[in-house]
DNA sequence: GAGCCAAACTATACCGGTTTAGTCGTCCCC
DNA sequence: GGGGACGACTAAACCGGTATAGTTTGGCTC
């Protein structure tokens, strides 16, 4: 079997050289239509692709995006947040005839290694920066690899500053954002568990480094204040469905236990519910229970999970068309999402009376 | 800053042909070891790192390893096969420095046309098949486009093989095979709910077009039979905690309702111990539920679920390290894991009598 | 009709590695 | 001491594109 079809064949067979083949190509001035079209013919005709590796090198641009994702491989299972912010890059990037890298990571030193690796590599153009946290040394060590991202969330925790008196004074981050306000979602909820008369209230969050865990503890804390409840019992988590359990249980044995928990994500929410279950507690009779994102076993497992719903996809999407965007412009500006919005399910109900 | 150092560079401060220092990084013979320490010297400290896409399109290779998932975005989120999976893999390849390309698609239209551009496009050096299905028109696809693979699961059923007189007649696969014998769990499953007294026993299986779904119901069928039993009721999904709940609902309408229900994955076993608490059914006390895969969620939820440990991490570092062998040397064995094991917990029980 | 300019196109130098053909020197052997 | 073999090394071709400098062509101007 003959070899792949390069440039050269299909400049011979149009008889003409292959830099004005590349021309036609990638439609740049100086070609003539007539030219043009005969060239693509060809091409066409032989069913020409141009070399990836050939176009990198010379182009020193890889057609891939990265994504680094750092966390414990069972966490990562349990959690439905990534997959589908996966497929959702997928669904652009595909179209554009790009790839995205994938790496998981345990630790953080090993992190370092990778976004080193794949910078220095070349290995992509660009990164997708998640679970984002405070003071993200991930952000210096990109900048001064000169290695383009975007990042899920805005690293200035604008919030905070919003309530300073100098809004114009803040940091501006070097790499565009795309913002999905959780806080909003987490706003609704705590109204909506005032509303059904709770006061004892426990939060139980992710980890506290990352910034979306702090950040919706506060939104959730302020809006109990604002509704004239006492703050929430704060318990911080890895994420996993284990630690989530283990945080219900610690909950229920306070000598005043919490009337509602929520949690930082499904899984845990649902590990909470089994708690629950398994002390022969009623949900949501005895115990009101909320999780966040969404997921579809949410609305499968009984009592069905109020939660507040992002939309991983959709970000997954508007993240990767961004990041493009920056690439091949050099700019790209902050996008803003459609805010997180609570789901109301059967796990919440009243408070009960004492 | 500085351009990157290449390899002329570092052939220039060690006073040598760029030839001879390529000679010497990649050590070949031909080079005398004075030389060499002093090439390698020279390197380190100007920290030189060969270029991934000058050495790509100089060697046709990427350094990369390709993963088409063939899945609903929502059905990726709920199943924790895909990341665990993910997870071993990645924990082979970054140590050997090369990269895992993903790419998630909905429909089989657009999975054939990704395999095709990762192959023309040489943007990975070898593939994994997983979720293998019956003459899989993958395999001769790959094979036509020159692409080395391995397969999750061995494409020519050999287990149907066994049992015809003329094992050796079988065709061989082009393909080397990482094999975990989920048929013995699913086996150990079944005697465990025949020694518990079920007889009317249902099997809601995933889509029949994947051979691990109609491998592990011929399996199951057959050891009900061997034990006694009835034969199951089966019931075919797409594996989405959706269609497992719908499935339970259709199971425990019927007149004579089974008393246990073997479910392809632990979300829609989870969704079925739902829709079964929702009816006000007790777990296992009237109905036996049994996932697969045993997923950290299922030790968590109330009941604890029965399931049988499939090891996917274990799973992705073996289909890897295989891989990664058959690119290197052009052959490989087929490796043959442990067979998983049945994890026996709270879900599962004592038939009602009736 | 000489002079000029832009458009269309060619030739060639890159990108940064690998690989092959060829040069040089030295040791060995008869 | 001449010839062959071998080890160490260099020069240059090559992978398949892109980018740039240079050449041809045709039309327009005065």
Same mark, same amino acid.
């Given at each position: 079997?003959?070899?792949?079809?390069?440039?050269?064949?299909?400049?011979?067979?149009?008889?003409?050289?292959?830099?004005?083949?590349?021309?036609?190509?990638?439609?740049? !001035?100086?070609?003539?239509?007539?030219?043009?079209?005969?060239? +693509?013919?060809? #091409?066409?005709?032989?069913?020409?692709?141009?070399?990836?590796?050939?176009?990198?090198?010379?182009?020193?641009?890889?057609?891939?995006?990265?994504?680094?994702?750092?966390?414990?491989?069972?966490?990562?299972?349990? *959690?439905?947040?990534?997959?589908?912010?996966?497929?959702?890059?997928?669904?652009?990037?595909?179209?554009?005839?790009?790839?995205?890298?994938?790496?998981?990571?345990?630790?953080?030193?090993?992190?370092?290694?990778?976004?080193?690796?794949?910078?220095? *590599?070349?290995?992509?153009? %660009?990164?997708?920066?998640?679970?984002?946290?405070?003071?993200?040394?991930?952000?210096?060590?990109?900048?001064?690899? &000169?290695? =383009?991202?975007?990042? +899920?969330?805005?690293?200035?925790?604008?919030?905070?500053?919003?309530?300073? /008196?100098?809004?114009?004074?803040?940091?501006?981050?070097?790499?565009?954002?795309?913002?999905?306000? *959780?806080?909003?979602?987490?706003?609704?909820?705590?109204?909506?568990?005032? %509303?059904?008369?709770?006061?004892?209230?426990?939060?139980?969050?992710?980890?506290?480094?990352?910034?979306?865990?702090?950040?919706?503890? #506060?939104?959730?804390?302020?809006? +109990?204040?604002?509704?004239?409840?006492?703050? !929430?019992?704060?318990?911080?988590? *890895?994420?996993?469905?284990?630690?989530?359990?283990?945080?219900?249980?610690?909950?229920?044995?306070?000598?005043?236990?919490?009337?509602?928990?929520?949690?930082?994500?499904?899984?845990?929410?649902?590990?909470?519910? %089994?708690?629950?279950?398994?002390? %022969? +507690?009623?949900?949501?009779?005895?115990?009101?229970?909320?999780?966040?994102?969404?997921?579809?076993?949410?609305?499968?497992?009984?009592?069905?999970?109020?939660?507040?719903?992002?939309? =991983?996809?959709?970000?997954?999407?508007?993240?990767?068309?961004?990041?493009?965007?920056?690439?091949?412009? &050099?700019?790209?500006?902050?996008?803003?999402?459609?805010?997180?919005?609570?789901?109301?399910? /059967?796990?919440?109900?009243?408070?009960?009376? !004492?």
């Amino acid at each position: 079997m003959g070899r792949k079809t390069t440039i050269t064949d299909v400049a011979r067979a149009a008889g003409v050289s292959k830099g004005l083949v590349s021309f036609a190509l990638n439609d740049r !001035p100086g070609v003539s239509p007539d030219t043009r079209d005969r060239i +693509l013919d060809v #091409a066409r005709e032989l069913d020409y692709r141009p070399s990836l590796s050939a176009r990198s090198l010379s182009t020193r641009t890889s057609y891939a995006l990265g994504l680094v994702i750092a966390r414990d491989p069972e966490i990562l299972g349990a *959690d439905p947040f990534f997959p589908s912010f996966i497929a959702g890059v997928e669904r652009v990037l595909s179209a554009e005839g790009r790839a995205l890298v994938l790496s998981v990571v345990g630790d953080d030193a090993h992190e370092q290694t990778v976004y080193r690796t794949f910078a220095s *590599d070349a290995r992509v153009d %660009g990164m997708f920066l998640t679970d984002l946290r405070h003071d993200d040394p991930r952000i210096p060590l990109l900048q001064s690899l &000169g290695m =383009p991202a975007v990042t +899920l969330g805005d690293p200035d925790a604008r919030h905070a500053a919003r309530a300073s /008196a100098d809004d114009a004074g803040r940091t501006a981050h070097p790499y565009p954002s795309v913002v999905l306000d *959780d806080t909003a979602g987490v706003v609704e909820l705590a109204h909506h568990l005032a %509303g059904l008369g709770h006061r004892r209230i426990a939060h139980v969050i992710g980890p506290r480094r990352m910034m979306h865990a702090t950040r919706r503890d #506060a939104a959730f804390a302020g809006a +109990l204040a604002e509704a004239g409840c006492p703050a !929430p019992i704060v318990v911080e988590t *890895d994420f996993t469905a284990a630690e989530g359990a283990a945080a219900t249980g610690r909950l229920l044995d306070l000598a005043e236990p919490p009337t509602a928990i929520v949690f930082g994500n499904d899984p845990m929410a649902i590990a909470g519910i %089994g708690i629950a279950h398994e002390r %022969g +507690l009623q949900v949501p009779r005895e115990l009101s229970v909320a999780g966040f994102d969404d997921s579809e076993l949410a609305r499968y497992v009984f009592p069905s999970v109020t939660s507040v719903r992002s939309d =991983p996809l959709v970000w997954g999407e508007q993240a990767a068309r961004t990041l493009l965007q920056l690439i091949a412009t &050099g700019a790209s500006d902050d996008v803003e999402l459609p805010p997180a919005r609570l789901v109301t399910r /059967a796990s919440t109900g009243p408070a009960p009376t !004492p």
